[in-house]
């Protein structure tokens, strides 16, 4: 079973809006990863969120982390049709090394 | 920069045939997982090595096995093949705090996938 549930599965969006995905967990977390994957391909890391920080930054990409609910969110601000991709969280549960992928939510971005 | 390297990358098969899958972690990485992704789904985490130990299992078929080997390379044995295991079978690894000095950041490194098509 899987440990993350992101929501929404599949949003699609016109190029220049902001993009928002969350992932909700069920166990205490060591860090949190997002990942994007194009069609079928290899998967790219984008961002790592630990427990202990609450909000992360690199370009367009903003990621917070809401430990008491067990959730988190990845927003893409000014979306870009390169940005079509598939999200996927990951999750790192606490005291392991085991590392368990969310559903992933298929992001569409139309030019 | 090293990066994790599957082979091979393409694979066809036949029903009922078997199929081995090689993992090349990054160097310095002892923790090796290997993950399923069928056409259109998410991954799904098969199996994970630590210092040639197996650590985890999730959703691995009984006609699979896996094995990390004292160069921390990995391979994943499949038999008796199904169509349903048409699948990209992804790699990852990380280095463990004790490899990492205790600096380890925690991120994941996968491969690009080894794609298994089933005929």
């Known amino acids: 079973s899987q440990q993350g549930e992101e929501d929404p599965q599949a949003l699609s969006i016109q190029e220049g809006e902001n993009a928002t995905m969350n992932c909700s967990y069920k166990t205490s977390i060591n860090n949190l990863q997002w990942y994007r994957q194009n069609s079928g391909r290899g998967l790219v890391h984008l961002i790592l969120i630990r427990s202990n920080e609450r909000e992360k930054h690199s370009g367009r990409l903003r990621v917070t982390l809401d430990t008491s609910k067990k959730s988190s969110s990845l927003l893409i601000t000014a979306s870009r049709a390169a940005d079509t991709a598939s999200y996927f969280c990951v999750t790192s549960a606490s005291g392991t090394y085991k590392y368990i992928f969310g559903t992933g939510t298929r992001l569409k971005v139309l030019a | 920069a090293a990066g994790v390297i599957q082979s091979p990358r393409h694979l066809i098969k036949e029903k009922r045939e078997t199929a081995t899958l090689k993992c090349y972690p990054i160097p310095r990485h002892d923790t090796v997982y290997w993950y399923q992704q069928g056409p259109g789904q998410d991954p799904q985490f098969l199996i994970s090595?630590?210092?040639?130990?197996?650590?985890d299992k999730g959703s691995i078929p009984d006609r699979f096995s896996a094995q990390q080997f004292s160069d921390y390379h990995s391979e994943l044995n499949m038999s008796s093949l199904e169509l349903g295991d048409s699948a990209l079978y992804f790699c990852?690894?990380?280095?463990?705090?004790?490899?990492?000095?205790?600096?380890?950041?925690?991120?994941?490194?996968f491969g690009e996938g080894s794609r298994l098509t089933v005929l």
């Open positions: 990852a690894s990380i280095p463990t705090s004790r490899l990492a000095g205790g600096k380890h950041t925690g991120e994941l490194f």
């Open positions: 090595f630590y210092e040639k130990m197996q650590s």
